[in-house]
């Protein structure tokens, strides 16, 4: 898939830069690369990572570019928890998500704001078919440009995280969450409704629903001052850094990628996953098939149709 779609977008309009050195100064050159000043009030939004979780990407790896841009890392509260007796490890409420944020070492380097600590605001959705709006948080409003540097990997219920996941379900209040994962049915978190069939049986409508929230926030900012798209495919688990007892790692890391276009910065990453060889230490097969049965790449085929973006890219590596 990687080689066709290569040989189409040398006449398209998307280009995803890639390089394979994961370093904070890696980080910088290709945020340069993309040729767009992220100014005024910058958010940086990641995942901080469940508490018992080490494959989030880690402050030492992300604080040069974050120091360039002035930058200040930006997260939501989840919208679960892990149960009683893991409290310090869970991220569903500010007073827990303060507690992992500091523990991982991000308050040691950066400011950080947890966007739906005291409030949320419905931003307007182009696509309805799902979902009405998108319920983000407050603090969005904060904030003139966005970086979404998002870490590649595995998801239990999307099949990935990239990003359109970062921008849809990462900028999603708790209520947020739940009204994307129940495909529009749940405006406000209800646990004890949020996971079960009636809410969450419509998987493609929770695919497309993310797509329509990623768009809502790419169009927040770009009536703003821009947003781009950073992703690092390293420690790519199976499973979401959301999760507090992830899979083993099975993959080799492979690098970073960055483009203006999620839609196609998301195909580049799954076409690499697609076209990585079974050896001794990188195995692509159960990240593979965890996007097959969750049918993940539905999530760009409806970004793309929604007019978010293009799958078809060319792909320019900024090595020497």
């Not at 469940?50 to 002035?70: A, Q, T």
């Not at 790419?218 to 992830?246: A, L, R």
């Amino acid at each position: 898939m990687l080689m066709c779609l290569m040989a189409i977008a040398s006449h398209g309009q998307s280009k995803v830069y890639v390089t394979r050195d994961i370093s904070p100064e890696s980080l910088v050159k290709i945020y340069e690369a993309l040729g767009v000043e992220a100014k005024g009030r910058v958010a940086v939004k990641i995942s901080t990572g469940e508490g018992s979780n080490p494959n989030y990407l880690k402050p030492e790896l992300i604080k040069d570019l974050v120091f360039k841009v002035d930058g200040t890392i930006v997260e939501c509260n989840t919208a679960y928890g892990s149960g009683p007796g893991n409290e310090r490890d869970e991220r569903n409420t500010s007073a827990n998500h303060w507690q992992v944020i500091e523990r991982h070492g991000f308050l040691e380097y950066f400011p950080v704001d947890i966007m739906d600590e005291y409030d949320e605001i419905r931003i307007p959705v182009k696509d309805q078919k799902n979902i009405k709006y998108d319920i983000v948080g407050g603090h969005i409003a904060n904030y003139d440009f966005m970086i979404a540097l998002n870490h590649f990997k595995g998801h239990p219920m999307g099949g990935y995280g990239g990003a359109l996941k970062n921008l849809s379900i990462g900028c999603a209040s708790s209520n947020g969450k739940a009204y994307i994962h129940s495909a529009g049915k749940m405006e406000k978190l209800d646990m004890s409704k949020l996971w079960t069939p009636e809410y969450i049986g419509n998987q493609d409508g929770f695919l497309e629903s993310m797509a329509a929230a990623a768009q809502a926030v790419v169009n927040y900012f770009e009536k703003q001052d821009g947003i781009i798209y950073i992703s690092v495919m390293n420690n790519m688990s199976i499973d979401c850094d959301c999760v507090d007892h992830p899979a083993p790692v099975k993959l080799d890391d492979y690098g970073i990628l960055a483009s203006t276009d999620p839609v196609a910065l998301d195909q580049a990453c799954v076409d690499i996953i697609n076209q990585q060889k079974v050896t001794a230490t990188n195995d692509p097969t159960d990240l593979l098939n965890r996007i097959d049965k969750q049918h993940g790449i539905h999530t760009i085929e409806w970004a793309e149709k929604i007019g978010l973006g293009s799958r078809i890219y060319t792909l320019i590596s900024i090595d020497q």
